[in-house]
């Protein structure tokens, strides 16, 4: 599961800064100071001004798709990125794989595809992803 370059990049921040280790609750943007502010935003400029065009677009398309979603869907959205980080690279590519496939299939074809993977062992989801190879990269 992809998720908001920004937003992984401004968790990175606030969790390296070490104000989520606070007892206090964190501040709305609107109260930090300037220097906070800059300070979480200059690696963002960084990476964006570095970045070539294809991926400033598409760092701007998960912006704005992350401001759209709800509390509950960002939760769902850090769960299952903080999942895929915690996977060793045999899983990352078998979750990429499996959400190429399923994310243009409707939903009731979906919810059927992970059924079956879920009930699959471990040799038949190898067989399965054998069968399956990742389709050549697009630019999105």
Request: hydrophobic share 40%.
């Amino acid at each position: 599961m992809r998720t908001s370059a920004f937003t992984a990049v401004l968790m990175t921040l606030v969790l390296a800064t070490g104000a989520a280790r606070a007892q206090t609750p964190l501040p709305a943007w609107e109260q930090l100071t300037p220097t906070q502010r800059e300070q979480l935003v200059a690696p963002l400029r960084e990476r964006w001004n570095a970045a070539p065009p294809a991926q400033r677009q598409r760092m701007l398309r998960h912006a704005q798709r992350w401001s759209q979603m709800s509390a509950k869907q960002r939760r769902h959205a850090q769960h299952g990125m903080q999942r895929f980080q915690r996977m060793d690279p045999e899983q990352r590519r078998a979750a990429r794989i499996l959400f190429e496939r399923t994310r243009a299939l409707p939903p009731e074809q979906r919810r059927a595809l992970l059924e079956r993977w879920r009930a699959m062992t471990p040799e038949q989801r190898r067989a399965w992803l054998r069968d399956n190879p990742p389709q050549a990269p697009q630019t999105r």
